[in-house]
Each structure stands twice: as structure tokens, then as C-alpha cells.
């Protein structure tokens, strides 16, 4: 936990695929203090056709490297999630020289009771996570 | 922001799948208020076999045409979302041909926190977006 | 309702996915009480490189059969939703010879406001559905 769902257009290599990944989970656990092995990420590649991305107005001219990433995280602070959100952009400008107008991010949060990582067990609620 | 993921069956070309787009955003619009180019929307092109749609007992019956909504958005009102589902029946009816018995809606809200479209930054915490 | 997001890794026939999706659903309808038809199932097959599933610790080993399902549901109890872990857990392993050790889910939550299930009509709020 989080699960998160990462959405791009098609066209990256096997290696950049995994880069970009490692540095969203990455910017994850430092933002959110959570353990290295709370990896949880969905890629979906698109056809070109197949994203609309604007800018509600605020000048982000959107390329082929967009990466739009939907997480589903129990509650975060304020705090987190504007550290995940700086976090991101950098560490995908300085790893992998993606812009941060190709960056677009949004959570949705839910509660212990709906989280089962294994064995039909809910881990948050057996104490087998806190 | 909303974040809209669309769920079709593959065979759409890319002009009735643009339209589709189309129909789909400028319901948003005008339902929800928000900017022209408040427009994020993420297209996943099924095989038959990948969807299940019924219908609850309600008398619906599924199409190749059908289209699956999940739209991720801050806070509506009641009035906002069932005009929401209104303009798109009556859009997919109207420019594409579409039966309203093949259009499935379902919306999932988050705040002002959760959102960030560019930059590493939370533009509605900023003040960038209102 | 719910709507149920069931990413796999793309090597199972037909029928395999098909008794993927009815052991899911039949587990959602014993867990949540909800009718028959209330069935509805996107499925999201992917590559390899498309997946990341660790375990948070757990020891949880994850292989070519992980099944990672993602609920968007109305209010659910906390013991509905254990009892939806468990069974199914139970039904993956009885019916598929899937291990727990495969099977991640999440939910997230929405109100009656949020769905429309065709015509353009929220049917929780017409009465229609209860």
C-alpha cells in the first residue's frame, strides 16, 4: 500500500519502464515513511489516441513522456502528500529528464478495513500491520 | 481534474472514439462548472471477454457499444452529478447513437490535497487553482 | 455496483478468465448480499514488466497467477468486507488452485449520489435501486 496506478503511452523500453517505476516508488517511501517492500504498481501503456491531457490553464504543455499516476492510500497528511508531489517531479526530472509539466498526480484514500495484501486476511485489521 | 477512466470494448475507430472523448468532457463541463481545458481522460480498450456488465435487475441490456465511467473528482453536489449522468446519456444519445442503456457512470471524490497537474505542485493548495 | 477492477498478468485462456470473474463474483454477492446481476467486472491484462507486487512483509510470494482486485463500492461493514477477503481467498484456491499468496485486494468507498447504472439515471437516489 498505496496501489498505484501508473498510466503512460506506449514507447518506453523495458528499462526506462522499470527506472520510472523505481523512482515513483522511491519518491513513495520517503514521502510517506512507508517500508521498502509496500510496492504495489499497475502500468497501463496507451495508444496515443487513447490519453486527454490539458492544463486547466496553468501552462503545462503536456509531451509523449506524460505519466499520469493514480494512487489508492489509506489517510496521508497534508504534509505527505505535498512532499510526494515535489518528490515525484524530481526525482523524475533528475533520474530519468522528465519534465515536470508531464507529471500529473492524484489520490484517492480509503481505511484499514479495505486493504487484504495476502490469504483473504485484512492486515490492517489482525495487527499483522499497524 | 476530474480524472475520467473510459472503458470500452476495442472496434471504435479513432474519429468515433474522438467523439466519444468529446461527448464525454463537454457533459463534465457543463455539469460540473469546470474550465474547457479541465480535461484529463484515460481510454482502456477491452477484448469482449474482459468486461462483465449486467445490469441489477434494472433492464439494460449491454452492447458492444457500452461505455464504463469511472471519474475521479473533488467534491459535487448531488444536483451536479445527476446532471452529469443526464448530459451524458443525452450526449452519447444525441452525437454518437449511443442507447443510455449502454452507459455505466461511477464517480469517486477526493479533496483539494489530492490533486496535482503539473510541476510537483498542489495547485489547489497554492492557490494556483481555486 | 461495485465495480470491480481485476488486473492479472496477461497467459490465462478464455475460460480461465471467465472462472476468474465468476469466483470474484460470487464471492462479492455471498460477502455483500448484493443480487445476481449486480456484476460488474473490467479486466486489465498485463506484461510482465507492467506489474510490481511485493508484500509489505508479509511473505507473501507473488507468481504468475496474482490476481490484484480493486473494489469501487458503496458503504460496506467492516464485516462484509472480511468476510469478501476470505471468500475470496476460498473460491481462488478451490476453484482456480490459486494461492493466497496471489490475491491483493482494495476498496474504495462512494455514496448512493455516485452511480448510474443506465439511461442517464442515478437510480439510488430515484428509487429504483435500494
Same mark, same amino acid.
Given at each position: 500500500m498505496p496501489l498505484v496506478n501508473v498510466h503512460v503511452l506506449r514507447g518506453r523500453t523495458a528499462e526506462q519502464l522499470d527506472a520510472?517505476?523505481?523512482? *515513483?516508488h522511491d519518491a513513495q517511501v520517503e514521502a510517506f515513511g512507508v517500508p521498502e517492500t509496500d510496492r504495489y504498481q499497475? *502500468?497501463?501503456?496507451?495508444?496515443?489516441?487513447e490519453i486527454r491531457a490539458l492544463d486547466t490553464g496553468l501552462g503545462h504543455p503536456r509531451s509523449k513522456d506524460l505519466v499520469v499516476l493514480h494512487f489508492v492510500?489509506? !489517510?496521508r497528511t497534508r504534509e505527505q502528500k505535498v512532499?510526494?508531489?515535489?518528490l515525484l517531479a524530481a526525482h523524475l526530472?533528475? !533520474?530519468?529528464g522528465i519534465s515536470g509539466d508531464d507529471l500529473i498526480v492524484t489520490i484517492t484514500e480509503n481505511e484499514d478495513t479495505d486493504w487484504s495484501f495476502g490469504?483473504?486476511?485484512?492486515q490492517f485489521l489482525t495487527g499483522e500491520l499497524s
Open positions: 520510472l517505476l523505481d523512482a *515513483v499497475l *502500468v497501463s501503456q496507451h495508444e496515443p489516441g492510500s489509506r !489517510r512532499k510526494l508531489y515535489e526530472r533528475d !533520474r530519468l490469504a483473504g486476511r485484512a
